[in-house]
């Protein structure tokens, strides 16, 4: 079976050549500056606190046991069980097996 030459090849050594001849001709990007002016921003003490509050308030909140598990990985008291992650892993094929079927 002939696969017909759908020009990728064609681009990518085009793409090649195109980067070989930059290089060697030494071209770089132009480095023309623009002078801007520049903008300097003041922000209130009050607008900085309300900042904080609402970044407070917008701050996903941990379950307890999202805590509690953790403190256990930081201690590295933190126990995995092979028994219960097997067990789990069952159910969910068993779960998703009900649904197919």
């Known amino acids: 079976m002939k696969i017909g030459n759908n020009g990728y090849n064609q681009y990518i050594n085009t793409v090649r050549q195109n980067q070989e001849n930059a290089h ?15 903008v300097t921003v003041d922000i209130s003490e009050a607008a ?28 590295g008291t933190y126990s995995v069980s092979p ?5 789990g892993m069952m159910q969910a094929m068993n779960n998703q097996r009900e649904y197919t079927d």
């Open 83 to 87: 028994e219960k992650i097997s067990s």
């Open 24 to 38: 060697s001709k030494g071209l770089q990007k132009s480095t023309d500056s623009v002078n801007e002016e520049s």
């Open 48 to 75: 900085k606190q309300l900042a904080k509050t609402k970044a407070a308030e917008n701050a996903p909140t941990m379950s307890p046991n999202v805590e509690a598990i953790k403190k256990a990985v930081l201690n």
